[in-house]
């Protein structure tokens, strides 16, 4: 970088120079003289040559900055799409069709790409702690050689799981900058106006002052990472569409690390609605004591973020109830009114198990700062591509009787 510097210093110089030829005779109002013309010729050529070698410079210090490619093969389908992009970065590194996305590293140093995924869930997932600590390769059945073709398969047949809650609950997203941001909630009971007499001369009747307590939920950000290895074999010699296999897993499980955060702060925050009965089962009238508690029923107004959250056993359970004309079966597309919605974050029907959830989500609160950071690392090891993957995310309850639980006994 220092030669092209230098070689611009120089190229500047020149050019100053044939100005100043061209500004003089412009100031005498007069055209250059013959030995003038020269002059600015020969200076205009010197610049041109200059200019060459700064080109050339400026190549040779890029290609010190990255591996040199073998002749231009077109490894991936023809034309021009996002999907291609995608796959030259991350088989060879190329980061043309994908310059909108990169900023500076932390320390201005390595590029590293932002993304801010879409509003459909079911492409961005949660990140579990239960993962598979291995490197992707073609030797290794389970880590890379099965999706090394044997015939014309073309795809993987993925393994279907839950999306993300908190947009289908209608959970809030709470905005701001930084780790760290304090939502101000109501933190108090109820008051009443109190009952003030006409004055009176000796203006002794004041009306009753009050001040409203709050407090902050605060919502630190926590942050959560994935790193995928895939040897160079593992990228040249699968067949299937693994970029696409593997940015549909990640947001697999990138969902199911938001449910798992969002169910545990409702076990933690939420207001116990009901105790059953039972620790193997729900009782017939044992849910309307749910939706019937009085704390609950001033958030039930606006019934479009009014769920019920549960397993998919829990409410088969549940649907299986029978006894004296009711028959929660018959609302197949519901329950008592409310919808409900499957997550496997949520509890079994068990001992000390909070098995069934419900409430107005919208006062649950969650960030996510940023959605989505990936890095791609092919330099670190030697014949790895290395994917990185990090999230910061956080969810706070902003009022304890607007989502609540049923407890079974231990």
């Known amino acids: 970088m220092s030669n092209v510097i230098e070689l611009r210093r120089q190229r500047a110089a020149v050019l100053d120079a044939a100005d100043a030829i061209l500004q003089g005779a412009l100031g005498e109002e007069r055209a250059?003289?013959?030995?003038?013309?020269?002059?600015?010729?020969?200076?205009?050529?010197?610049?041109?040559?200059?200019?060459?070698?700064?080109?050339?410079?400026?190549?040779?210090?890029?290609?010190?900055?990255?591996?040199?490619?073998?002749?231009?093969?077109?490894?991936?389908?023809?034309?021009?799409?996002?999907?291609?992009?995608?796959?030259?970065?991350?088989?060879?590194?190329?980061?043309?069709?994908?310059?909108?996305?990169?900023?500076?590293?932390?320390?201005?140093?390595?590029?590293?790409?932002?993304?801010?995924?879409?509003?459909?869930r079911e492409t961005r997932m949660m990140i579990e702690q239960r993962v598979t600590d291995s490197t992707m390769n073609i030797t290794t059945a389970g880590d890379g050689l099965n999706v090394v073709p044997t015939g014309l398969v073309g795809q993987i047949a993925v393994r279907k799981n839950e999306k993300m809650l908190a947009e289908r609950l209608g959970c809030r997203r709470v905005p701001g900058v930084g780790t760290t941001v304090n939502y101000p909630y109501e933190n108090a009971d109820p008051d009443e106006f109190a009952t003030t007499s006409e004055q009176s001369d000796a203006h002794a009747n004041n009306y009753e002052r009050a001040a409203f307590t709050t407090a902050l939920r605060a919502f630190t950000l926590v942050k959560y990472t994935r790193k995928v290895e895939l040897t160079e074999e593992m990228l040249e010699d699968t067949g299937v569409d693994l970029t696409a296999y593997i940015a549909d897993k990640i947001g697999r499980e990138i969902a199911r690390t938001h449910n798992g955060l969002l169910v545990a702060n409702v076990g933690a925050l939420g207001t116990k609605l009901k105790d059953f009965a039972s620790n193997?089962?729900?009782?017939?009238?044992?849910?309307?004591?749910?939706?019937?508690?009085?704390?609950?029923?001033?958030?039930?107004?606006?019934?479009?973020?009014?769920?019920?959250?549960?397993?998919?056993?829990?409410?088969?359970?549940?649907?299986?109830?029978?006894?004296?004309?009711?028959?929660?079966?018959?609302?197949?597309?519901?329950?008592?009114?409310?919808?409900?919605?499957?997550?496997?974050?949520?509890?079994?029907?068990?001992?000390?198990?909070?098995?069934?959830?419900?409430?107005?989500?919208?006062?649950?609160?969650?960030?996510?700062?940023?959605?989505?950071?990936?890095?791609?690392?092919?330099?670190?090891?030697?014949?790895?591509?290395?994917?990185?993957?990090?999230?910061?995310?956080?969810?706070?309850?902003?009022?304890?009787?607007?989502?609540?639980?049923?407890?079974?006994p231990q």
């Open 32 to 120: 250059l003289t013959d030995d003038e013309t020269a002059q600015v010729t020969g200076l205009k050529g010197k610049a041109d040559k200059l200019a060459e070698q700064e080109t050339l410079a400026d190549e040779i210090s890029q290609m010190r900055g990255k591996t040199v490619a073998a002749t231009a093969v077109n490894r991936s389908q023809r034309g021009d799409s996002e999907a291609n992009a995608w796959r030259a970065y991350l088989r060879d590194g190329d980061r043309g069709g994908l310059r909108h996305l990169f900023q500076a590293g932390e320390g201005g140093d390595k590029p590293q790409i932002v993304l801010t995924l879409p509003g459909q």
């Open 280 to 408: 193997s089962a729900i009782a017939a009238g044992e849910l309307e004591a749910i939706i019937g508690n009085d704390a609950l029923g001033f958030y039930l107004e606006d019934a479009s973020d009014v769920h019920w959250l549960m397993r998919s056993t829990t409410h088969w359970a549940i649907n299986a109830v029978t006894g004296d004309a009711r028959f929660y079966s018959a609302q197949m597309q519901g329950l008592l009114g409310h919808d409900v919605v499957y997550s496997t974050k949520a509890a079994a029907i068990g001992a000390s198990a909070k098995s069934v959830m419900f409430g107005d989500w919208n006062y649950m609160g969650y960030r996510e700062a940023p959605e989505l950071r990936f890095i791609q690392d092919p330099y670190s090891v030697d014949g790895l591509v290395v994917l990185k993957y990090s999230f910061r995310a956080c969810y706070g309850l902003l009022q304890a009787g607007a989502i609540g639980y049923g407890l079974h």
